[in-house]
């Protein structure tokens, strides 16, 4: 009795689900009818100021003020976004460029306003802003300031794409004062989404670097990895700085990962030997530097490198070996210089290397077919 009133109850939750599906697609195609007339009004009004600017330089006196009050409505908002989006798309005309020079302070009037409504709109509108802002504003533009604002609502979406919209602007000050507020959010937010959004600032990355390597030490680990991680891919003058934190024992494990990955992108004599120890760690509890490690010594040549890869191979830790052989292959070997591992006693450092060989060379036997 009790198992077939489980099944009745399950069975009730499943047509529930469905009549809600049922309902959810009936409400969406009696709205999509509607937004598509809001998209058509919105057109003719945008291609109506575009032709302006192409006559007289400047969009008609009253459109600001109708922007500033169609756009609080939020089935208005996204006819607008459905109206730029292909206007924006590739090369962008300049009577748009202009346009959207002309209708910021409809712009910052909405951001007030939305910075006001619930945290989903507001998103919405930060969106709006990264997509279609003109980039590399003037540092005192008075959106960013509003932007802030919106960091601090506590919510994930909205502050991602305030974030977002921040680095479109270009201007490192105001992304260094979102990071530090959303370094005091209780939102959590992974730093790769971070290490993306900087990777987006359309401002002098040297700049920002620059001044976030000033403030370093007052993030939390979990910044200043994404900083890391972000200087790691967008310059090569900070190699004196990397090893300082790979060698700082005293710093967060991910951190001194990060560091080491950089002095792999970008070689450093003095590393070297570093790099070489970390590699060579038989202390199974720090394979994870030793990984690393064995990964960042490809781009470094000599012998005591090839030792130490080669050496590597007899870990009895699988990704330790399986590192040690993609960095063998990524330095060229074959069949001949590996003949000592091949014919060995270590069955699974043999077996490591002879996948990677086979592997190579099928990958090289496709790409010629």
Not at 19 to 26: E, H, P, R, S, V
Not at 82 to 98: F, I, N, S, W, Y
Request: aromatic letters at 10%; charged letters at 25%; hydrophobic letters at 40%.
């Amino acid at each position: 009795m009790r198992a077939e009133m489980l099944i009745y109850i399950y069975g009730a939750i499943c047509l529930s689900m469905i009549g809600f599906n049922l309902l959810y697609n009936l409400a969406m195609k009696r709205r999509e009818p509607r937004l598509e007339k809001q998209c058509e009004k919105m057109k003719s009004e945008v291609m109506r100021q575009l032709d302006a600017i192409r006559k007289s330089g400047a969009v008609q006196p009253d459109h600001l003020h109708n922007l500033q009050r169609r756009l609080q409505k939020l089935k208005n908002l996204m006819a607008f976004d459905r109206v730029m989006q292909p206007l924006c798309e590739g090369a962008r005309d300049d009577a748009v460029t202009q346009y959207l020079a002309q209708i910021r302070p409809a712009m910052l009037y909405l951001a007030d306003c939305y910075r006001r409504r619930d945290a989903t709109q507001a998103a919405y509108f930060a969106f709006l802003l990264s997509r279609y802002i003109i980039k590399k504003q003037m540092p005192i533009d008075s959106i960013q300031d509003v932007l802030l604002g919106y960091i601090q609502k506590q919510n994930l979406y909205c502050s991602v794409n305030a974030l977002q919209a921040l680095c479109a602007f270009g201007d490192a000050g105001h992304v260094l004062a979102a990071l530090k507020l959303l370094d005091a959010s209780p939102v959590f937010m992974h730093e790769k989404i971070l290490t993306e959004s900087l990777l987006s600032y359309a401002g002098d990355h040297d700049d920002l670097i620059r001044l976030l390597w000033m403030d370093i030490d007052a993030h939390s680990e979990q910044m200043q990895l994404a900083i890391l991680n972000y200087i790691r891919f967008k310059t090569d003058g900070y190699q004196q700085e990397m090893f300082a934190v790979m060698q700082d024992e005293g710093k967060d494990k991910e951190l001194r990962l990060s560091a080491i990955r950089y002095l792999g992108r970008y070689t450093y004599e003095p590393a070297l030997d570093a790099l070489i120890a970390f590699a060579s760690d038989r202390d199974l509890s720090n394979w994870e530097y030793a990984t690393v490690s064995l990964s960042s010594l490809v781009r470094y040549p000599g012998d005591r490198v090839m030792d130490t890869l080669k050496a590597a191979l007899h870990s009895s830790n699988w990704y330790i070996r399986q590192s040690a052989a993609l960095s063998l292959e990524a330095r060229g070997v074959d069949y001949g210089s590996m003949m000592d591992v091949i014919a060995g006693n270590d069955r699974y450092a043999r077996e490591m290397v002879t996948y990677r060989l086979e592997t190579q060379r099928l990958q090289k036997a496709g790409g010629r077919r």
